[in-house]
């Protein structure tokens, strides 16, 4: 039985296997250890530059965001310069045409046209007998109706 190991050499053999399976289960725990202290800096300077790369994706976003908003901010503000414009525009022709239609009746409104639309209009009062307050006296002294109401003092 020259072929078999003896227990001494088996035993030598196992204490070997066993060595060196110690030491590369020590080694691979050390380079494990190692690599996740490096490998956590590593991936703290990757997140950091993400970080950044971040920041400066939705920096740009909202100054893009701001820039539009503005925009449309100064185009409604000039919708409604035009939409004053306008109303003013439409007063300035409102007031022309009341000032002609002043000075069409200027030309034609007389005294005596005067003096005949105060007497029918107080014709029209005294028949209706809602006011019973009110004294007609045909002629003043400058030629026009004289009203009074009752209980004026004279």
Do not use: W
Request: charged letters at 20%; aromatic letters at 6%.
């Amino acid at each position: 039985m020259p072929n078999q190991p003896t227990t001494r050499e088996q035993d030598f053999r196992f204490a070997r296997y066993a060595t060196v399976t110690v030491a590369v289960a020590i080694a691979a725990v050390i380079s494990i250890v190692l690599g996740c202290m490096f490998g956590f800096k590593a991936y703290g300077r990757y997140q950091a530059r993400q970080d950044v790369q971040n920041y400066v994706k939705t920096s740009q976003v909202r100054a893009n965001n701001q820039v539009k908003l503005n925009e449309i901010e100064i185009g409604q503000q000039q919708q409604r310069v035009k939409i004053e414009q306008q109303k003013a525009e439409i007063r300035k022709q409102n007031a022309i045409g009341i000032r002609e239609a002043q000075d069409i009746i200027n030309k034609t409104l007389t005294p005596l046209y005067v003096q005949h639309e105060m007497v029918d209009q107080l014709g029209e009062i005294a028949k209706s007998g809602k006011n019973s307050s009110v004294i007609y006296i045909p002629v003043g002294p400058d030629g026009l109706p004289v009203v009074a109401t009752a209980g004026a003092k004279r």
